[in-house]
């Protein structure tokens, strides 16, 4: 075992980051574990690792071409596969085990931490899962704890939170998927992100969001690591159901239910399959990602430049109003019509 190459935090980050680069991150940061002096107990990573000296976050590009699919409306699972499940539970979960592996070997305990949230102790609103867990003694939290992800990233400098309470990095938007590592290292820390400012309130992600999952006035306030943040109440139950296509009325769309159709960002007449355990984002986080990537290059926010700029139609949807629950599966029935949409 080596010892030497860790031991100066200069060195140690120029050879992290050099290290995350190579597993694939597109970005790296570093925070000190105070910065998370004050998160709520469920989502203090210190509880975790109580002697964690710092949190590495990387972040993972989703591919724009992954997204043109359904920008032109004509194949959807490419996002699901390579941009969300396969970065999720694939690529990012590699990068970041392969990180802790290189951290361990020189004696340093760390740890990889994705989107491993079916074992959390709080429910989408931070609330404790009734029946689910108890603390193993009065001082410490439910098990599991789940760090924040995004604010995380935040507090290791990678971006700002945006009205859409998404992570928007300067250099690829909101379009990132990120992971952490937690190590006993201690290393050399970026400051918060204190560039120009990326979301400027435009409300894309508002109107674009096919569940009008995004409040555009009732926000969420939080101060984390001295920062005052803000973003939009965000309806979780309401995206679960939109972001997969399918919206209340009659129909199959979901398996075993009678009551979800599908949407107007939905081509499908049933839910498509998971792709990687989790994609059926069939959305292609319309809102969220795809407006906001389009407002930050019309304000030439984005420091990544690309030869063509993302948006190149004006945003469809499709015409259910013909839809018959009762047709639905035959697997002949052709003829949707789209329009465009107006807006
Ligand atoms: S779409 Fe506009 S308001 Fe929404 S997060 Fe992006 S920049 Fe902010
Ligand atoms: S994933 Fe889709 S449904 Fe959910 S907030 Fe984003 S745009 Fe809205």
């Keep these: 075992m080596m010892y030497d190459e860790l031991e100066n935090p200069h060195t140690a980050t120029v050879l992290i980051k050099q290290r995350a680069i190579e597993y694939g991150a597109d970005l790296v940061g570093i925070a000190p574990m105070s910065r998370f002096e004050g998160a709520p107990k469920q989502m203090d990573p210190r509880y975790i690792m109580p002697a964690a000296k710092s949190c590495i976050a990387v972040a993972f590009r989703v591919l724009r071409g992954s997204l043109r699919g359904i920008e032109e409306?004509?194949?959807?699972?490419?996002?699901?596969?390579?941009?969300?499940?396969?970065?999720?539970?694939?690529?990012?979960?590699t990068a970041v085990v392969n990180l802790c592996k290189y951290i361990e070997d020189h004696g340093y305990e760390a740890f990889p931490m994705g989107h491993q949230s079916d074992w959390r102790a709080i429910d989408n609103e931070g609330v404790l899962r009734r029946g689910f867990s108890r603390p193993v003694s009065p001082d410490k939290p439910a098990p599991d704890i789940m760090v924040h992800l995004r604010i995380a990233a935040y507090l290791c400098g990678l971006g700002e939170i945006g009205w859409s309470k998404m992570l928007i990095t300067p250099e690829f938007g909101p379009a990132v998927r990120v992971g952490l590592v937690f190590t006993e290292l201690e290393l050399e820390y970026d400051d918060i992100y204190s560039g120009p400012q990326l979301c400027n309130r435009c409300m894309a992600c508002v109107r674009a969001c096919p569940g009008k999952c995004i409040s555009a006035d009732k926000s969420v306030k939080v101060t984390v690591a001295g920062h005052d943040l803000e973003w939009g109440e965000i309806d979780t139950e309401a995206c679960d159901l939109a972001f997969r296509g399918a919206e209340e009325g009659p129909g199959n769309y979901l398996p075993g239910k009678n009551n979800y159709r599908p949407n107007a960002i939905s081509p499908f007449y049933q839910v498509p399959p998971k792709v990687y355990t989790a994609g059926k984002a069939v959305c292609g986080s319309g809102g969220c990602t795809?407006?906001?990537?389009?407002?930050?290059?019309?304000?030439?926010?984005?420091?990544?430049?690309?030869?063509?700029?993302?948006?190149?139609?004006?945003?469809?949807?499709?015409?259910?109003?013909?839809?018959?629950?009762?047709?639905?599966?035959?697997?002949?029935?052709?003829?949707?019509?789209?329009?465009?949409?107006?807006?």
């Excluded at 409306?73 to 979960?93: D, H, K, Q, R």
């Excluded at 063509?308 to 259910?320: L, Y």
């Design 73 to 93: 409306g004509t194949f959807f699972s490419n996002y699901s596969a390579m941009g969300y499940g396969g970065i999720t539970y694939v690529f990012m979960p």
């Design 290 to 343: 795809r407006a906001c990537l389009a407002s930050l290059e019309a304000r030439n926010m984005l420091t990544r430049k690309m030869r063509q700029k993302f948006r190149r139609n004006k945003p469809w949807s499709v015409d259910w109003s013909d839809y018959d629950a009762n047709a639905t599966n035959t697997g002949g029935t052709v003829g949707i019509n789209t329009k465009l949409d107006t807006d």
